[in-house]
């Protein structure tokens, strides 16, 4: 009874709540799931658009000229009679050898070495300089058969009469010639992009492109021209004596053995004794005569002009394409373009002498330059996907030119030994492109 009484108590106010819902759902009816079937799908569109290559072009093209001083490497020594010891007994060539001795191209001479036993007042004995007698026996040659400069024949220090040579050398090159040169073609790493500003009718579009290229630049040429080539001859005398073949380095000795009876004698082991006889050519020490001549050829001397460095294309402009279908493209770009170079101008110059080793000087300039430039491109484009693709295309670029000069200093007066000039000139450069391209 308890429990009915309660349900009893319980059923008027449950009707209460349940009308009153009801009249709560008339009153906020439950809103419907929207309907988005009438929308229009979004798909993002790639705006820009980045090609990453490889890019050949046509060699800079250079003039070369100018004339220098390819002075000795020796000092014209004196002609005094040659007094007090050598700074050392051999090894001479192409060194200074200091005071006391001569220093040519193909050979020295130096103070005579030779001495006497002597016995002296204790029972000993002394090694003492023999008598001046105008000859020594510490001196060196090059060659008695060296091919001359021309290549028609062959020279030697040994002349007619018994007489020994020395020579020092020295040019000064007279090329009046410009010396053009094409230039090397490179191929450098490429970096551009490009970013679509809209449609102009229904297959083509306007960008805006910008780019940067990295090319080397490569130039050289080497040939003979014509120089003046002065040659210092100092005469020495060999009084009549048969000098070995060059190159002959003085004192020279021989190990022989000991002839006893016809027979060659030995030591109790067996081994041939042996002596050393003193085969040493004695030479003057003072030149009988110096002569200086100058003849102008163009084989003696021979330039290498060399110019190396690098450069980069800055470059932007306008950009219109016409799209072939949804993967092909025709993309035609015209604009400004900057160009910084920096290249390293070097000379060298090589005298070959009739006798001894080739006369070298090496000079070197560096130069930066900064200098304004237009380009054309013409470019294929096939997109694989809709990210990336591939591009071929030709170009076509043009800038102006900047000279640079070598000067060469004497490095013991810093006096001016030659400037020689070069052109290096950007016009009219071609070339191909071509790498992966990608959108984003």
């Known amino acids: ?94 060194v200074t050898v200091g005071t006391g001795g001569r220093d040519y191209h193909d050979g020295y001479v130096d103070p005579d070495t030779r001495s006497e036993t002597v016995a002296n007042a204790n029972g000993t004995t002394s090694q003492v300089p023999i008598p001046a007698d105008g000859k020594t026996n510490q001196w060196s040659y090059d060659t008695n058969g060296q091919e001359n400069a021309a290549g028609t024949g062959t020279t030697s220090q040994v002349v007619a009469g018994d007489y020994m040579q020395f020579h020092i050398y020295s040019a000064t090159s007279e090329d009046n010639v410009i010396h053009d040169h094409p230039g090397k073609g490179t191929t450098g790493v490429e970096l551009a992009s490009n970013h679509d500003m809209g449609k102009i009718g229904s297959h083509i579009t306007w960008t805006i492109f910008g780019g940067v290229t990295l090319n080397d630049i490569e130039s050289s040429t080497f040939g003979n021209v014509n120089a003046a080539v002065t040659t210092v001859t100092d005469t020495y005398d060999l009084f009549g004596q048969t000098v070995p073949n060059g190159p002959y380095t003085a004192p020279s000795t021989v190990s022989q053995n000991i002839i006893s009876n016809g027979q060659i004698l030995v030591n109790s082991a067996g081994t041939p004794v042996t ?15 110096r002569t200086t001549t100058t003849a102008t050829d163009d084989v003696s001397v021979a330039d290498h002009w060399k110019l190396h460095g690098a450069y980069l294309t800055f470059r932007a402009g306008p950009a219109l394409t016409y799209n072939f279908n949804d993967h092909l493209k025709f993309t035609f770009s015209a604009g400004p373009a900057l160009i910084d170079a920096s290249s390293t101008y070097t000379v060298t110059e090589v005298l070959t002498p009739n006798t001894g080793a080739q006369i070298i000087g090496t000079f070197q300039d560096i130069e930066d330059k900064v200098l304004p430039a237009a380009y054309a491109d013409a470019t294929l484009e096939y997109d694989i996907t809709d990210r990336a693709g591939l591009y071929l295309g030709a170009f076509y670029q043009v800038a102006g030119n900047y000279e640079q000069t070598v000067s060469g200093y004497a490095e013991d007066s810093n006096d001016s030994t030659g400037s020689w000039q070069t052109k290096v000139d950007f016009g009219g450069q071609e070339g191909l492109r071509g790498g992966m391209s990608f959108r984003f």
């Open 275 to 289: 002596e050393t006889i003193d085969t040493t050519t004695l030479l003057g020490t003072t030149p009988l005569s």
């Open 1 to 94: 009874m308890k429990y009915l009484r309660i349900a009893l108590l319980l059923l008027p106010i449950a009707a209460l709540c349940a009308r009153a819902a009801d009249e709560d759902a008339k009153s906020n009816p439950e809103e419907d799931i929207p309907d988005f079937s009438n929308l229009d799908e979004f798909i993002y569109q790639p705006k820009s658009n980045a090609t990453l290559g490889m890019r050949y072009i046509s060699g800079v093209k250079t003039t070369f000229s100018g004339n220098g001083y390819l002075a000795a490497p020796e000092t014209i020594p004196s002609l005094t009679p040659l007094v007090g010891a050598p700074t050392s007994a051999s090894g001479y060539a192409g």
